[in-house]
């Protein structure tokens, strides 16, 4: 191999594992890697930002302005309140043991309409408007979303398959198919895996998900049930050592295991508290933390106990709970509650930390955050508009239902969408033309403002998108995409072109666990393609099973943004993934090894 193509090789090596490490955003890492290719002369500036003037950054944009437009008026909301229904189940189901009666029939009426609505939308606002209801509308009847919410995530990451909308993955790939000087992705091209894959996905997951998934608990039914354990209320004694102090004078910012909450002081609420806030006699100060510690602070002087012991105490209509997850371009993952200043930069409490099925049992101020970590948090009413656009939070949802959105709005929205995809179907516009349209439509009949439009685009994946290709450019024209994928071929010798697709499937998917699919769909790309000339394939059918491929993500709860976002809702453990993930896993091959050959001979 030539100097550029070891070069090259370093540097995507080195990316995969800042990736797979979550030492940076991806956005950052992506983008870091094609400067730096850039920089020792691999490749030349138009290569290097060739994604940015490619179509699929834009079309992934003007759709997440779509997906919020449908979001915030309610237009999928009849549809969710009908699937779920309003009775309750005859049994409640026990943690640990199999879902309660009804379960096949509420899930036959999810999984369905959500890939069908994940076709034409991104999955991801999807599983985003969806997931707290079903994990509210669960806790409301006394049982689990687990049996749920994981087939809700792996229905729409399956419903995204069908068209050329339907994933931001699907678009990347039809625009560097654009690049390599072939025709686009039709809108209804990749449709004849997708049909199948989605059949067989949905029957497979009605089969297994009720036997295969353990009955869990949610985040918030742990928190709630192990309220008593840390949560006191304490009165500050009028004309006691502490009247009068404030919060760092009386030593009550530093606890050890133990943090202040909020101060009732009559009719005011002061929460966050700031450690310069003074006490005053008869203030009632609720503490949360380890019930050891909780204990100790009925010895400190100048606090008498309240004998409040419960959630309820901390409960006001003019604050809310919200379930709050991380997620892996957080700014928050690898950083202490303590070190970010939560509580004065978000103006919230963390009241309990979810990881992996169990709440973190720890000071809450020096829990190191990982990706797909669910914060229990206390707030005021505003905090899910303030916060639910920040890159910092994958989901925001306001335990007890979101407020209703605009709904006089929720037919001009879906007319709009509709239009989008007739226009965009019959070729009267390109996807790209017709989505912008559509962008453009929903600002100008008010059902967002130009703000609102604004934040609802996921810049990180835009940018990830556009710099990635860059980084496929590379890996093209170093020759380092021959030489990778004359060893795999090598090492498939004997099973002919078939052999070939499955491994190239295979390392999609494997390389789509460790990092985000846009990114592999962008590095195993040049691959397949030479793969499919070496081998007399369809370059564009090896490129279509790529896509297909970097959309599986199945095994873990980090590979895709809509595992994670189920995570903690439905209390899910690591595990749990593969117990469902595995078998869909291996449907997606098959499929794709008997489908690809005869739509792509």
Do not use: C
């Not at 760092?248 to 005011?268: M, P, S, T, Y």
């Not at 709904?407 to 007739?422: D, E, N, T, Y």
């Amino acid at each position: 191999m030539t100097w550029q193509a070891w070069v090259t090789l370093a540097v995507v090596a080195a990316t995969v594992g800042v990736l797979a490490r979550n030492l940076v955003p991806p956005a950052v890492a992506v983008l870091g890697a094609t400067v730096a290719l850039l920089l020792v002369g691999v490749i030349d500036a138009d290569q290097a930002f060739t994604g940015f003037a490619n179509p699929a950054p834009v079309t992934v944009a003007a759709l997440y302005v779509l997906a919020r437009a449908v979001e915030v008026t309610g237009v999928l909301d009849p549809l969710i309140t009908r699937i779920l229904g309003n009775h309750r189940a005859d049994t409640a189901g026990v943690a640990g043991s199999g879902p309660p009666p009804g379960t096949f029939g509420r899930l036959a009426r999810l999984v369905a309409p959500t890939a069908a609505m994940s076709s034409v939308l991104n999955n991801t606002p999807i599983v985003a408007m969806t997931a707290p209801q079903v994990a509210d509308w669960a806790a409301r009847r006394g049982e689990s979303g687990s049996p749920l919410l994981m087939p809700l995530s792996f229905a729409a990451i399956l419903g995204g398959t069908v068209t050329a909308i339907g994933t931001s993955t699907n678009l990347v790939v039809s625009g560097l198919l654009e690049n390599a000087g072939q025709a686009p992705l039709g809108m209804f091209e990749i449709t004849r895996v997708g049909v199948p894959l989605v059949l067989g996905g949905v029957l497979l997951l009605l089969f297994l998900a009720p036997r295969v998934l353990p009955y869990r608990q949610a985040a918030l039914q742990t928190f709630e049930e192990s309220i008593r354990e840390f949560s006191v209320a304490m009165r500050v004694l009028p004309g006691g050592p502490l009247d009068g102090a404030t919060v760092e004078v009386a030593g009550l910012r530093h606890l050890q295991g133990v943090f202040l909450a909020r101060i009732d002081r009559g009719k005011q609420l002061i929460a966050p508290v700031d450690p310069d806030e003074p006490l005053a006699g008869d203030d009632v100060l609720t503490f949360v933390g380890k019930v050891s510690q909780i204990v100790d602070l009925q010895t400190k002087r100048g606090l008498v106990t309240t004998e409040e012991h419960h959630l309820a105490g901390l409960k006001d209509e003019r604050q809310a709970f919200f379930e709050a997850v991380i997620g892996q371009s957080s700014s928050l993952v690898g950083r202490t509650l303590k070190s970010v200043g939560f509580r004065g930069r978000y103006d919230a409490v963390v009241l309990a930390i979810h990881r992996a099925g169990q709440r973190v049992d720890a000071k809450l101020g020096e829990v190191t955050l990982r990706p797909g970590d669910t914060l229990l948090l206390l707030a005021d009413q505003s905090f899910y508009a303030r916060w639910r656009e920040s890159q910092d939070f994958l989901l925001v949802a306001r335990i007890g239902g979101t407020p209703p959105g605009r709904i006089r709005k929720a037919p001009l929205v879906g007319g709009i969408a509709l239009a989008m995809i007739v226009l965009a179907t019959t070729g009267v516009m390109p996807i790209l033309n017709a989505a912008l349209v559509a962008a453009f439509a929903l600002v100008a009949v008010g059902a967002l403002t130009l703000r609102e439009a604004r934040d609802a685009v996921d810049l990180n994946v835009i940018v990830l998108i556009a710099a990635a290709f860059g980084l496929g450019e590379a890996v093209m024209t170093t020759g380092l995409a021959d030489r990778l994928a004359s060893l795999l071929v090598g090492s498939l010798e004997g099973y002919g072109t078939l052999g070939a697709l499955v491994g190239v499937v295979l390392a999609t998917i494997m390389l789509t666990e460790l990092i985000t699919n846009n990114a592999a769909a962008v590095l195993m790309f040049p691959i397949a393609v030479s793969t499919a000339g070496q081998v007399g394939g369809s370059p564009r059918g090896f490129a279509i099973a790529v896509a297909v491929a970097a959309s599986a993500s199945f095994l873990t709860p980090i590979g895709y943004q809509t595992n994670t976002m189920v995570y903690g809702l439905g209390g899910y453990r690591f595990g749990d993934y593969v117990r469902l993930g595995l078998p869909l896993t291996v449907l997606v091959v098959v499929i794709v090894a008997a489908v690809v050959p005869l739509g792509w001979p």
